[in-house]
């Protein structure tokens, strides 16, 4: 009996591989069918890990890592996005009772106005019936620092760039490099503005006055509620953070952004106290459980063949887009 070619038994493997893999994403999807279960499921949850402390304690505390870009396009581990993620960690230890604090470990240069103003949202409504810590890690700016406004108690590290509180909108126009190819762009429209911010023309007056006064009521929301939720007087920012810069954790402490300075470990000992536990109680993080759609996904990814060192402070797949609003730190996120 004459053997098969090694390439059709190479692409055997790989139908019956595939075949088997769709099949588990089946079941596991549709599980439903056979168990009598409803169509409808629950929501997503994460699994736990033991990050330090004594796991035989019944009371711990949740640590939850927002980490990067702000961004409803950022891809989620079992959620759309990384904000999904996030609001579903937060939900998770609201609900259950074992957690009696949730330390929320931030190292980010902030993001899309929305995204964050959801993720402080969430946060506050945790804070109610259990303690939010907030730690500041190397970067918790804009968006960072508006997150971190849900917290009960904020502590940063004394290098850790913070502030920046303000809002940028960005808009590419093309109308120089139109002319050099004689290009040329035919608009209708039904009012004046629906073509606002239109890169083949530049902005009209009306148009600027109407995008800053949209950039200063965003503005305000965000100073509106630093100022609230650190009890400044007179209900103004200080004086330095007007101007949307950057400050370290310890000008950040002396400004009263925060209430302490000091190392993750001291972000955890404070969570510990404050909700009245031992020194022992065990920390745990959540972590995204095993997905075949998550392997297939990593599988399609474009492999670069080239080795290259990069040095990266937000994901490649992220790009401030036209007329959307960021809390961001744009100094710190683009490259040069």
Same mark, same amino acid.
């Given at each position: 009996?004459? %053997?098969?070619?090694?390439?059709?038994?190479?692409? #055997?493997?790989?139908?019956?591989?595939?075949?088997?893999?769709?099949?588990?994403?089946?079941?596991? =999807?549709?599980?439903? $069918?056979?168990?009598?279960?409803?169509?409808?499921?629950?929501?997503?949850?994460?699994? +736990? +890990?033991?990050?330090?402390?004594? !796991?035989?304690?019944?009371?711990?505390?949740?640590?939850? !890592?927002?980490?990067?870009?702000?961004?409803?396009?950022?891809?989620?581990?079992?959620?759309?996005?990384?904000? !999904?993620?996030?609001?579903?960690?937060?939900?998770?230890?609201?609900?259950?009772?074992?957690? @009696?604090?949730? $330390?929320?470990?931030?190292?980010?240069?902030?993001?899309?106005?929305?995204?964050?103003?959801?993720?402080?949202?969430?946060?506050?409504?945790?804070? +109610?019936?259990?303690?939010?810590?907030?730690?500041?890690?190397?970067?918790?700016?804009?968006?960072?620092?508006?997150?971190?406004?849900?917290?009960?108690? *904020?502590?940063?590290?004394?290098?850790?760039?913070?502030?920046?509180?303000?809002?940028?909108?960005?808009?590419?126009?093309?109308?120089?490099?139109? =002319?050099?190819?004689?290009?040329?762009?035919?608009?209708?429209?039904? #009012?004046?503005? =629906?073509?606002?911010?239109?890169?083949?023309?530049?902005?009209?007056?009306?148009?600027?006055? *109407?995008?800053?006064?949209?950039?200063?009521?965003?503005?305000?929301?965000?100073?509106?509620?630093?100022?609230?939720?650190?009890?400044?007087?007179?209900?103004? *920012?200080? #004086?330095?953070?007007?101007?949307?810069?950057?400050?370290? #954790?310890?000008?950040?402490?002396?400004?009263?952004?925060?209430? @302490?300075?000091?190392? $993750?470990? !001291?972000?955890?000992?404070?969570? %510990?106290?404050?909700?009245?536990?031992?020194?022992?109680?065990?920390?745990? %993080?959540?972590? @995204?459980?095993?997905?075949?759609?998550?392997?297939?996904?990593?599988?399609?990814?474009?492999?670069?063949?080239?080795?290259?060192?990069?040095?990266?402070?937000?994901?490649?797949?992220?790009?401030?887009?036209?007329?959307? *609003?960021?809390?961001?730190?744009?100094?710190?996120?683009?490259?040069?």
């Amino acid at each position: 009996m004459p %053997r098969l070619p090694k390439t059709l038994l190479l692409i #055997g493997l790989i139908l019956l591989t595939t075949s088997l893999v769709a099949n588990l994403l089946f079941l596991s =999807k549709d599980h439903h $069918l056979f168990s009598g279960a409803p169509h409808l499921q629950s929501a997503p949850s994460f699994e +736990e +890990e033991l990050v330090e402390g004594n !796991d035989s304690q019944k009371k711990r505390i949740a640590k939850i !890592d927002l980490f990067g870009v702000i961004a409803q396009e950022v891809p989620g581990d079992i959620g759309s996005s990384m904000v !999904d993620d996030l609001i579903l960690q937060i939900r998770q230890a609201a609900d259950d009772d074992s957690v @009696a604090a949730i $330390l929320l470990h931030i190292d980010s240069p902030g993001g899309e106005v929305t995204a964050s103003d959801n993720l402080y949202h969430e946060l506050t409504l945790v804070r +109610e019936t259990k303690p939010v810590i907030v730690y500041l890690d190397s970067v918790a700016a804009s968006g960072g620092y508006y997150t971190a406004m849900g917290g009960s108690h *904020l502590v940063a590290h004394e290098l850790c760039i913070t502030g920046s509180i303000g809002v940028i909108m960005q808009a590419l126009n093309y109308e120089g490099l139109s =002319k050099i190819l004689g290009l040329s762009t035919l608009t209708f429209k039904s #009012g004046t503005l =629906k073509d606002l911010l239109n890169p083949s023309r530049p902005a009209t007056e009306q148009e600027k006055k *109407l995008v800053q006064d949209m950039i200063g009521e965003t503005f305000e929301r965000f100073s509106s509620i630093v100022i609230e939720e650190r009890h400044f007087p007179n209900h103004k *920012l200080p #004086g330095e953070m007007a101007d949307g810069r950057i400050i370290s #954790g310890k000008q950040a402490l002396d400004l009263k952004l925060v209430d @302490a300075t000091g190392y $993750l470990e !001291d972000a955890i000992s404070d969570a %510990r106290e404050i909700a009245k536990l031992p020194d022992d109680a065990p920390v745990i %993080r959540y972590v @995204a459980p095993f997905h075949f759609s998550k392997l297939l996904r990593f599988l399609g990814q474009k492999q670069d063949s080239n080795s290259k060192v990069q040095v990266n402070l937000g994901p490649d797949s992220f790009h401030l887009q036209a007329g959307k *609003l960021y809390y961001l730190s744009t100094h710190l996120f683009f490259r040069r």
